[in-house]
């Protein structure tokens, strides 16, 4: 079975610095595009990065472009999520998320880790 554990969330001041680590089991990891999302209280889950199976051509959504890089080690089964410049409207649960096809939206994915809190103070 697909497993996904994400770590690395945590509390941060506006404009500080976090990174996120997705370990992933259960699959052929080279195979799988991945992504990161998040979910912020009373709102809908959204895309932050997607990223293809070599890593070469990420994704951002225009919310953090420029802040977030989006990486991935597929001799470690891992990715990543570094986040710069980090703003309060950041705050939400972050998701890792495996499909086995090309996607850039959540219903694409259908594999998802627990999640991990990001709070950003401001």
């Known amino acids: 079975q697909v497993q996904l554990v994400e770590s690395g969330g945590g509390l941060v001041q506006a404009g500080g610095s976090l990174r996120l680590s997705c370990a992933a089991s259960g699959l052929t990891f080279r195979n799988y595009y991945m992504g990161w999302f998040r979910q912020a209280p009373g709102k809908e889950r959204e895309v932050v990065a997607t990223i293809n199976w070599s890593g070469s051509t990420p994704y951002y959504a225009d919310s953090v472009t420029g802040r977030f890089t989006i990486s991935r080690d597929n001799a470690k089964n891992t990715v990543d999520l570094q986040m710069n410049s980090l703003k309060p409207e950041d705050t939400a649960i972050y998701y890792c998320?495996?499909?086995?096809?090309?996607?850039?939206?959540?219903?694409?994915?259908?594999?998802w880790g627990q999640g991990t809190q990001v709070t950003v103070s401001s």
């Open positions: 998320a495996a499909s086995r096809w090309a996607s850039v939206t959540s219903a694409g994915y259908n594999s």
